[in-house]
């Protein structure tokens, strides 16, 4: 009886884990990594992006995304929508064509991969006979022109993929219609370009690298024209009325040649150079577009002066008097205009730009050409990423500010509307408002809107104007001087460079409900900001901390902390820094949090940690956790670089000497060795507790070597599965690192009475508590608050402490500070034991309050050799029903996976492969929310977000309809007719045998005309024999 209940709970348990949870890797947030082609459909309004890693990402409105991933993994390097089709066909860097389609399925559309086709030459024909330069997808939507290096043109017809020999053109073919006097007509070389006619689609110009362009007749098969370039051609424009082509060169200069003219003085080669006499660089596209009342604009990159600017990433546009050289971030993949008009055909609106770490789009119709600031694409990497906090929920008020701040920093942007607005958008709005943060290399702070599917700026902090650094306020890098030539002006926001690397921000905790932030950087310095929503002219005052306490024998070799500006600064609207902390040494901090009802903020770096009063600007107390055997942690992060290559020379010296000793010594040491390395930790151990450190005789710093080196060679020929918890020693570097805090208010003193309280984890496995005092409300401004430790902890293992939550009477997490004064969470339960929960690297451990005696514990390290290296609070909700969730822990490990462990029980619950493990930076990157979705950094600049959550999924729901009229759509309609033909004449005929095959005359009728068949098949064969 008791095996077939507990059956029933586990299946019934395991339906409820169904409801709620479920892994899901749902959307990429931010910038394409190395983006190496861009392609745009006028009639969709779609634009394409191809990756270096063989990804294809289109992008519509706002929420309307897809992606695509080529089995091959090679680079994309052209994308070309079909004309008014949803179909696209994409060209990689092994010579292979595919095409990719929207196709709709329940009710939203996905994009999928139908076709795959590579060029064959004859046999023994080499390679470059069809490896393809440049493809032309044909105005009637049926067909593909394929140029290719070795000179010769095939045509294709889609989306079959079908080679139409009798249309191709041959090399033969071009080169016979070569007037003689044509210097290169030997060697044409490859085609690098072709264009169709936008007045006649029958001809195409073929455009091949020595220069010669041929006008082609598709219908005649025969050359219309020949215009015998001289230069080395790099692309061809064919003006919209069809009466000029426009070409430019390696050179740097561009030629306009009239079509149609067969008077052989007009057709003389008139190039114009835009940057001098002077060696330019290759002018790699060309555009002409007209407008209705004006000059036509004129839009070219490179060509820059070679010695002078050749290392400038240009755009140069042009339109009547106003000549503007955009200077651009990084290198250019490509760029198109988009058109006005339901045909767009009509003036130009604006310039989309893809380089190589960011997107750029120009508002061509305002004064000036601002830019349109992007709602999705946007450079997450514009200076490195180095920390990122998510803070779900948002209140509205708290959201609005932001949204105002935000809006005074994007004066400078163009009032028009995104220009890009293909497909729908079929997603619900959000549930919530939710806000991700990230901390970056140049002291700024940036607010994104991760509610839905695009992640969008809202907001952006810079902390660097409190300090002293480099860079001087009044430079502008955005306009040259005046009458400079080229005219440059300097567009896109991707600037990876640094001012003072100290700057950089690597904590960060935002209270939403009180608008205070805390900001911590790489030279210990702790801001407390609150938001304002005007602009104030302030000093903010330091408070230098020092975590030695005057400890003898330490000497820091990092880097000098940061100088605070004396003189007051004027802050803009937003957060503004009131006060700061700073640590001695500067060491980077560690660990960070806020608590904004008590007006207290705790801090933590490799040397100790503290409690800061932000209300009375007072630190309440410093905790030294530095062990005496901690000499890494006495230099800082910008000084490893010598300590590595010290590391590493000491590290092959210890194996060559341990060797040596080992061969040597093994046999008589086997007994000794473990007897010496323990009598030489346990001296270290009681060596620490006195503040020094004695060094131990040369033969026992051997035995000792060799000791570690034979656990160490033992620990990898075990397989990671097999690998035990076991006691690390005191002595390990970086011990004292404080890995976490956490207030809480909780029973430390007694079962009856609750106080209060900070925890902090070491790195060392060591858990601190601190009983707090806080004064009455009345007098909070007046008296000091104090803090008393109460309890401490040291794990056997000795593992680092990742993660501290005290759960409540009913075994919920501790609610958020302010959260319960907003009606937004219940109150604790305070009438239940409170319990502890001890996340280390190797296990979860679960301790009464306040006597703080182990209750239960789950090992992880011990079960599959992962250790955990990220770790987070989440509610998840019930797909089912909406009335009941459960909150739990939510893990990543060093292995990649993500677990979900049940609270207060601390049972494994789910888990599911999420990051390579070799993806260190990604691990490292990943932050959990609150309702069970994650996001990690998967390229520098780009987060993938995924999902735990049944109930709370984050994802792209978009269609995009065939537009009217267009081939594809009738090819889909008569397709459509087919089918529904055969469906019912298959029905009819299901129908028709159903009612045969049950009436029993006609089953007779059938079996008499069978045998009938029969006989008279013999009698023929019999009469045929006997002939």
């Not at 060697?187 to 006619?197: D, M, T």
């Not at 290759?282 to 060509?303: E, N, R």
Request: aromatic letters at 8%; glycine letters at 8%.
């Amino acid at each position: 009886m008791k095996r077939f209940r507990r059956h029933g709970h586990e299946s019934h348990r395991d339906r409820l884990k169904q409801e709620l949870f479920q892994f899901n890797k749902t959307v990429e947030h931010g910038f394409p990594h190395q983006p190496s082609a861009l392609g745009f459909s006028p009639s969709l309004q779609l634009l394409a992006i191809g990756t270096r890693s063989g990804a294809i990402k289109l992008y519509g409105a706002p929420g309307v995304e897809f992606m695509g991933l080529h089995d091959e993994n090679a680079a994309v390097t052209q994308v070309h929508f079909m004309n008014h089709q949803v179909e696209l066909v994409t060209l990689l860097d092994d010579n292979s064509l595919h095409m990719w389609t929207l196709r709709g399925h329940k009710g939203q559309s996905e994009l999928l991969e139908i076709g795959r086709f590579m060029l064959t030459g004859p046999p023994g024909a080499p390679p470059s006979v069809t490896r393809v330069t440049a493809v032309l997808a044909h105005s009637s939507g049926e067909l593909l022109l394929l140029g290719t290096e070795g000179g010769h043109v095939f045509v294709v017809e889609v989306p079959g993929f079908r080679e139409l020999e009798e249309r191709n053109i041959s090399l033969d073919q071009v080169s016979s219609s070569v007037p003689d006097d044509y210097i290169g007509r030997r060697n044409l070389e490859h085609v690098e370009a072709l264009q169709e006619n936008p007045v006649d689609p029958n001809q195409v110009v073929l455009g091949y690298g020595r220069g010669l362009m041929v006008i082609w007749d598709l219908q005649r098969q025969r050359a219309v024209q020949h215009i015998p370039a001289t230069q080395q051609l790099e692309s061809v424009w064919w003006t919209e009325d069809g009466s000029f082509l426009l070409s430019s060169h390696s050179d740097g200069s561009f030629c306009r040649w009239a079509v149609g003219v067969e008077d052989e003085k007009d057709d003389e080669e008139k190039s114009d150079i835009p940057y001098g006499h002077f060696p330019c660089k290759a002018i790699s596209k060309i555009v002409q577009l007209p407008t209705a009342d004006g000059p036509p604009f004129l839009l070219f990159s490179g060509g820059m002066p070679r010695a002078s600017y050749g290392d400038r990433h240009c755009i140069t546009v042009i339109h009547g008097k106003t000549h503007v050289a955009l200077d651009f971030t990084s290198r250019i993949i490509d760029f198109f205009v988009i058109r006005d008009g339901a045909k767009h055909t009509g003036d130009p609106r604006a310039l989309v730009v893809l380089v190589e770490e960011e997107l750029v789009v120009l508002d061509l119709q305002t004064e000036g050409w601002p830019v349109i600031q992007t709602p999705y694409l946007v450079p997450l990497h514009s200076s490195a990423i180095t920390c990122s906090h998510h803070v779900s929920s948002i209140p509205l008020k708290l959201w609005e500010r932001l949204l105002a701040a935000g809006e005074l920093q994007s004066r400078h942007y163009s009032k028009k509307p995104w220009p890009i607005i293909g497909g729908q958008n079929l997603g619900a709005d959000p549930p919530q408002r939710d806000l991700l943060l990230t901390g970056h290399e140049d002291g700024s702070v940036r607010f994104w809107d991760a509610s839905g599917v695009c992640l969008s700026p809202m907001y952006k902090l810079s902390t660097a104007g409190v300090f002293h650094t480099d860079s001087d306020p009044n430079d502008n890098m955005n306009q040259g001087p005046e009458g400079e030539w080229p005219p440059f002006r300097k567009v896109g926001c991707f600037d990876p460079y640094s001012d003072d690397p100290r700057l950089g921000v690597q904590k960060i905790h935002l209270c939403k409900y009180s608008g205070y932030l805390t900001v911590a950087g790489t030279a210990g310095q702790i801001l407390v900001l609150e938001l304002n929503d005007e602009a104030a002219e302030q000093t903010v005052e330091a408070t230098v901390v020092d975590l030695l306490q005057g400890q003898e024998g330490f000497r820091w070799k990092g880097h000098a902390r940061l100088d605070v500006r004396e003189e007051p600064v004027l802050f803009p609207p937003g957060f503004q820094p009131f006060a700061l902390v700073q640590c001695q040494p500067p060491a980077v901090v560690t660990a960070l949090t806020l608590h904004s009802e008590w007006k207290l903020a705790a801090f933590g770096t490799s040397h100790g940690f503290g409690l800061f009063d932000y209300q009375q600007k007072t630190n309440v107390f410093i905790k030294c956790t530095l062990n005496p055997g901690d000499q890494l942690a006495m230099e800082g992060p910008l000084s490893r670089v010598k300590s590595i290559k010290k590391s590493l020379r000491q590290s092959f010296r210890r194996i060559r000497r341990s060797r040596v000793s080992l061969r040597k010594h093994h046999a008589n040491n086997a007994s000794k060795v473990p007897s010496a390395a323990a009598a030489a930790a346990g001296h270290r151990r009681v060596s620490a507790a006195r503040g020094h450190v004695r060094l131990c005789p040369l033969s026992r710093q051997l035995q000792e070597a060799n000791a570690r080196l034979e656990a160490e060679l033992a620990e990898m020929e075990l397989a990671p599965v097999q690998r035990k918890i076991e006691a690390r020693s005191s002595d390990d570097s970086f011990t004292g690192l404080v890995r976490t805090l956490y207030f809480a208010d909780t029973f430390l003193s007694d079962s009856s009475h609750s106080t209060p309280s900070l925890w902090a984890g070491t790195n060392g496995g060591c858990v601190f508590a601190y009983m707090l005092r806080l004064p009455p409300v009345e007098h909070r401004a007046d008296e000091p608050v104090t803090a008393q430790q109460a309890k401490e902890i040291q794990l056997m293992h000795r593992a680092p402490v990742v993660g501290l939550v005290v759960l409540d009477g009913q075994g919920a997490p501790l609610p958020e500070p302010l959260e319960v004064a907003h009606d937004l969470a219940r109150s604790a339960d305070m009438q239940g034991s409170h319990h502890l929960v001890v996340v280390s690297e190797e296990q979860f451990k679960v301790f009464t309050l306040p006597k703080l005696s182990a209750k239960t514990k789950l090992k992880l390290t011990a079960v599959d050799g992962s250790r955990v290296r990220r770790v987070g609070v989440a509610y998840f909700g019930s797909s089912r029903t909406e009335d009941y969730g459960e909150s739990g822990l939510v893990v990543l490990t060093n292995q990649g996976d993500v677990h979900v462990v049940s609270l207060p029980h601390v049972k494994m619950q789910v888990q599911y492969p999420c990051i390579r493990k070799e993806d260190v930076s990604g691990i490292a990157s990943c932050v959990f929310t609150k309702h069970g979705q994650g996001f990690y950094l998967i390229s520098p600049s780009e987060f993938e977000r995924f999902s735990l959550s049944a109930r709370l999924v984050v994802e792209p729901r978009c269609l995009v309809e065939l537009p009217l009229g267009s081939a594809s759509k009738q090819r889909l309609d008569s397709n459509r007719s087919r089918i529904q033909s055969e469906d019912a004449e298959s029905a009819a005929r299901r129908v028709m045998e159903h009612a045969l095959l049950n009436d029993e005359q006609v089953l007779q009728e059938i079996q008499k005309s069978l045998e009938g068949d029969q006989t008279s098949f013999l009698e023929n064969n019999v009469k045929s024999v006997a002939s």
